[in-house]
């Protein structure tokens, strides 16, 4: 469905559905790929917007709406034409403490970790000689999409409950070792701690944990986004 959008705020955009009916689209939902820029970058005031309803919730009169769900996930197409073990080349976009970030196609990047530069383990070192713009050849470990989702409502929900973070180390973990740390030092109630209990294989407890994630980051926004 389309609607118009009405107001852009620091956390997502407000999307006129029909005549005294809104929704929200919460900052998470509005692309793939930009995760770190204001909504005011990607729909302005005004704007006719393709959207998708995600949740209706009548009690607390609130419509979720998602915009990037109404275009292709870049990232399974990137992982359906990619293989892990496979060499690319790619710009150097990004230079960070703990790694390098290559630009893989026109919105999506990679990330070589820093321990990951050198079999000598001076990455720390090494790192000092890469510029951006350079073209550089890596091969691929991973192509992890659920990850990337997990990082993005995990930062979320660090900063909207003021917890610090090592996020070099957070970011050096694989699957198991990052589900089970979060199970444990996260404030999920005891409902939400057995609904990951429960969940034997970890793409099912990853799939629970980014639930828990995006739900908490969602809750107390404060605004009612039905319209009577």
């Known amino acids: 469905m389309t609607g118009i959008v009405t107001n852009i705020t620091d956390y997502g955009s407000f999307v006129e559905l029909e005549d005294g009916i809104e929704g929200l689209v919460h900052v998470s939902e509005m692309s793939w790929t930009k995760k770190n820029v204001h909504p005011g970058k990607i729909v302005s005031t005004s704007e006719k917007v393709e959207v998708?309803?995600?949740?209706?919730?009548?009690?607390?009169?609130?419509?979720?709406?998602?915009?990037?769900?109404c275009v292709d996930n870049p990232w399974e197409k990137y992982k359906s034409n990619n293989k892990v073990g496979e060499t690319i080349e790619g710009e150097?976009?990004?230079?960070?403490?703990?790694?390098?970030?290559?630009?893989?196609?026109?919105?999506?990047?990679?990330?070589?970790?820093?321990?990951d530069l050198s079999w000598d383990g001076n990455g720390d070192e090494l790192i000092k000689t890469y510029s951006k713009g350079?073209?550089?050849?890596?091969?691929?470990?991973?192509?992890?999409?659920?990850?990337?989702?997990?990082?993005?409502?995990?930062?979320?929900?660090?900063?909207?409950?003021?917890?610090?973070?090592?996020?070099?180390?957070?970011?050096?973990?694989?699957?198991?070792?990052?589900?089970?740390?979060?199970?444990?030092?996260?404030?999920?109630?005891?409902?939400?701690?057995?609904?990951?209990?429960?969940?034997?294989?970890?793409?099912?407890?990853?799939?629970?944990?980014i639930s828990l994630l995006e739900m908490a980051n969602h809750e107390g926004d404060g605004i009612e986004d039905v319209k009577h």
């Not at 998708?52 to 998602?66: A, H, N, P, T, W």
């Not at 550089?136 to 930062?155: G, N, P, Q, T, Y």
Request: glycine share 4%; net charge negative; with cysteine.
């Open 52 to 69: 998708m309803v995600l949740e209706i919730d009548v009690q607390k009169r609130r419509i979720s709406l998602g915009i990037k769900q």
């Open 92 to 115: 150097i976009r990004n230079i960070t403490e703990f790694g390098l970030f290559i630009g893989l196609s026109e919105d999506i990047d990679g990330l070589v970790h820093l321990s």
């Open 134 to 209: 350079s073209l550089i050849k890596a091969k691929i470990l991973d192509i992890d999409i659920d990850k990337e989702r997990l990082m993005f409502a995990l930062r979320g929900y660090f900063e909207k409950k003021t917890i610090d973070a090592d996020w070099e180390a957070i970011n050096r973990m694989n699957n198991v070792e990052l589900i089970t740390t979060l199970s444990m030092i996260c404030p999920f109630s005891a409902t939400e701690q057995q609904a990951l209990l429960v969940a034997e294989k970890v793409e099912d407890r990853a799939s629970t944990m």
